[in-house]
């Protein structure tokens, strides 16, 4: 099974940027679609993006369509989550996930990591 850790979550004004890194060990992601999912408190947990494990084919929820990236690094068995143009709505727990086909359900992926904060202010 592969095994995720999330980070370089923190507090970021609005206009600003972060980039979040999801770890993989156990199994390369190489065979994996890595989806980004978000938490706001008092909401569903949503789908932000994903990234197919063998074309790198992309794909973006449309509040975030434009202002976030993925990309992934297959040597270093990671995944990223470039967020520009913050906005207080962005402030959530994010989340990578792994699972065999790209999905943009969130109950769809099978391995998740533990998530990490983002907060954005005004």
């Known amino acids: 099974q592969v095994q995720l850790v999330e980070s370089g979550g923190g507090l970021v004004q609005a206009g600003g940027s972060l980039r979040l890194s999801c770890a993989a060990s156990g199994r390369t992601i190489s065979g994996y679609a890595m989806g980004w999912l978000r938490q706001a408190p008092g909401k569903e947990r949503e789908f932000v993006g994903a990234?197919?494990?063998?074309?790198?084919?992309?794909y973006y929820a449309d509040s975030v369509k434009g202002r976030f990236a993925i990309s992934r690094d297959n040597a270093k068995n990671t995944v990223y989550l470039q967020m520009n143009s913050l906005t207080p709505e962005d402030t959530a727990v994010y989340y990578c996930?792994?699972?065999?086909?790209?999905?943009?359900?969130?109950?769809?992926?099978?391995?998740w990591g533990q998530g990490t904060q983002v907060t954005v202010s005004s």
């Open positions: 990234i197919s494990g063998r074309s790198g084919n992309t």
């Open positions: 996930a792994a699972n065999s086909v790209v999905s943009l359900k969130s109950s769809d992926y099978v391995h």
